[in-house]
């Protein structure tokens, strides 16, 4: 239940501070100076639960106080931009053909929109910090969960048959981490559990980081629980098979190796793995009570009482709704929404136009064929800009996302106005993503038929239509000749948008810097200049932040931001 998981991360706010932001490890972050007190942590059942929770509750929680209560865990940086899945968003989807914010300028929000930032950044350090922030507090863990440390607390007998478990979850943890190193920054600092405190960690190349993600990936497959098992909020065996499917499916781009066969295998071994079946209805996987949804394989967990953050989910709900929108639907948040980012046309286009527009008497889009085409017009026009102006901020230019609602599924607030923080949980991995990443396997080379792809494609779009087995719609089935890669792109836009993945699936498709352009990309925001244009093939990857090189000596920056 989402209960447990909530009571534990409530006992990491109150334990770490004893405990720290405060991986000294990692001498290359801005953490806080205090010490860990790993006594004072340890010496309870409880205690380890709630470090374990705090290893989870890092890549969408900001502090130990809530909200951006001015506890930050990554001292001199914004606490509210800078909560993992915020600060990941802006680098995954507003640097792409899907979000454009008319807000954060100074934290380097225009740059993401124009696609020319540098190793000085404010938003490029941000994933880059929380990453290595959780990459320390997960050594942290494994440092001291171990059997003789166990026992010389005296709560081995209470743990003995859980502490393996938490130690294969904190190492998948940490391997997601590396793995989106991987995948944002490629060659970066590495450190483990095995490292002397206080080491400077050298920097290992790309392919080294990725050869790690796949060992740790592929040795957790037996250590983690069975699939269904573990309590909600925590992982089992299907998160590392996505996991692993995932790796293997960008590592192409990554290391140049072909291992589209293991990215079809393990997506396969999610989707017939019957724990984690498709939500009979696409908006139930984005609201308030999605705890209940089968489909999440790995949520992170938000509650709007124990667990708020302005990242995560209150910010996909208060950034991409205006506070006037409550006035037409129930947003879950009352009128608190920021309204700072707006969907780009590209976005909007890949949906049929009858499906493009809001309905004021069809405020759920229950009477459009395509239930994922959430976008409020009211107000709004569909472009980002104005003709004869320069790119300015005014939240009417581009159409609201409402895709994501702190509301239940039957469609009812939590409280009457609204709750000031959100409760959906963030779903990192989700079925219907291994749907559409065994497709495009197939399509790539891997050994399934075309015929089991286009049934993967076609499972994801009847649930979508709410036709076939999940309802009457109107079919949106596709035919074996519009089966294509770019349709694969499509479709994964149509319904993984706003889920921290474009950037990565538009580099795996060879169209993140030339050869497709959106709304203001390459641009200098200039009146008339709103027509995207190529960009340079650096910035396939994030420079490492600047900072580091005054405190790091054996780092070396990503090729072509040296001069930056």
């Known amino acids: 239940m989402k209960t447990n998981i909530i009571?534990?991360?409530?006992?990491?706010?109150?334990?770490?501070?004893?405990?720290?932001?405060?991986?000294?490890?990692?001498?290359?972050?801005?953490?806080?100076?205090?010490q860990l007190v790993g006594e004072e942590v340890y010496q309870t059942s409880d205690g380890y639960r709630g470090v374990l929770a705090k290893c989870y509750a890092s890549l969408i929680l900001t502090g130990q106080e809530g909200g951006d209560g001015g506890d930050g865990d990554v001292p001199s940086i914004d606490e509210g931009y800078s909560g993992y899945t915020r600060a990941l968003f802006y680098l995954q989807e507003a640097s792409t053909d899907e979000i454009a914010f008319h807000a954060g300028s100074s934290h380097g929000s225009l740059t993401m929109l124009y696609m020319n930032w540098n190793p000085s950044t404010k938003l490029v350090s941000y994933p880059y910090y929380r990453l290595y922030m959780a990459i320390g507090y997960c050594n942290e863990f494994l440092r001291e969960c171990t059997e003789s440390k166990l026992k010389d607390r005296g709560v081995y007998e209470k743990l003995k048959?859980?502490?393996?478990?938490?130690?294969?979850?904190?190492?998948?943890?940490?391997?997601?981490?590396?793995?989106?190193?991987?995948?944002?920054?490629g060659s970066a600092p590495f450190v483990d559990e095995t490292m002397a405190i206080g080491t400077i960690p050298s920097q290992k190349t790309r392919k080294e980081i990725y050869d790690y993600v796949v060992s740790e990936g592929e040795a957790l497959t037996t250590l983690l629980k069975e699939p269904g098992t573990n309590e909600y909020g925590r992982v089992d065996?299907?998160?590392?098979?996505?996991?692993?499917?995932?790796?293997?499916?960008?590592?192409?781009?990554?290391?140049?190796?072909?291992?589209?066969?293991?990215?079809?295998?393990?997506?396969?071994?999610?989707?017939?793995?019957?724990?984690?079946h498709l939500a009979p209805d696409y908006r139930q996987i984005f609201l308030a009570d999605n705890n209940t949804c089968s489909e999440i394989i790995w949520p992170l967990v938000q509650d709007a009482d124990n667990a708020q953050s302005s990242a995560g989910t209150n910010f996909c709900i208060k950034a991409l709704m205006n506070g006037s929108m409550n006035n037409y639907f129930f947003t879950g948040v009352g009128t608190k929404g920021w309204g700072n980012g707006r969907v780009k046309t590209q976005l909007v286009d890949l949906f049929d136009l009858s499906d493009?527009?809001?309905?004021?008497?069809?405020?759920?889009?229950?009477?459009?064929?395509?239930?994922?085409?959430?976008?409020?017009?009211?107000?709004?026009?569909?472009?980002?800009?104005?003709?004869?102006?320069?790119?300015?901020?005014?939240?009417?230019?581009?159409?609201?996302?409402?895709?994501?609602?702190?509301?239940?599924?039957?469609?009812?607030?939590?409280?009457?106005?609204?709750?000031?923080?959100?409760?959906?949980?963030?779903?990192?991995?989700?079925?219907?993503d291994a749907y559409l990443m065994a497709a495009e396997a197939i399509l790539r080379g891997a050994s399934g038929t075309r015929q089991n792809a286009l049934d993967y494609v076609n499972e994801v779009r009847d649930r979508a239509y709410m036709s076939g087995s999940y309802g009457n719609g109107i079919s949106g089935r596709i035919t074996d000749s519009q089966l294509t890669l770019d349709f694969i792109l499509a479709?994964?836009?149509?319904?993984?948008?706003?889920?921290?993945?474009?950037?990565?699936?538009?580099?795996?498709?060879?169209k993140y810097t030339k050869g497709y352009n959106w709304d203001w990309k390459g641009s200098d925001g200039a009146a008339g200049n709103y027509v995207g244009k190529d960009v340079d093939d650096k910035y396939k990857l994030f420079p490492i932040p600047q900072d580091e090189f005054t405190v790091n000596p054996y780092l070396t920056q990503n090729s072509n931001y040296v001069n930056n």
């Open 7 to 34: 009571k534990y991360i409530s006992i990491a706010v109150l334990t770490l501070p004893l405990f720290t932001s405060c991986l000294s490890d990692l001498d290359t972050l801005p953490l806080d100076s205090n």
């Open 161 to 185: 048959n859980e502490y393996e478990y938490y130690r294969a979850e904190v190492r998948f943890i940490r391997a997601y981490c590396y793995n989106a190193i991987c995948d944002l920054y």
């Open 237 to 276: 065996q299907v998160a590392d098979w996505f996991l692993l499917a995932r790796v293997y499916l960008n590592a192409k781009t990554w290391v140049n190796e072909d291992q589209y066969e293991k990215a079809y295998l393990y997506a396969k071994k999610v989707i017939e793995d019957e724990n984690y």
């Open 356 to 432: 493009q527009t809001f309905d004021v008497n069809d405020t759920w889009g229950d009477n459009k064929k395509d239930k994922r085409a959430q976008f409020f017009t009211i107000g709004h026009t569909k472009e980002t800009w104005v003709t004869g102006k320069a790119f300015q901020k005014d939240f009417a230019n581009g159409y609201a996302c409402i895709k994501w609602r702190n509301v239940t599924k039957d469609r009812k607030e939590l409280v009457e106005g609204g709750t000031v923080y959100s409760s959906v949980d963030f779903p990192m991995f989700r079925t219907a």
């Open 491 to 510: 479709e994964r836009g149509r319904e993984l948008y706003t889920e921290l993945i474009r950037r990565t699936d538009l580099i795996r498709f060879d």
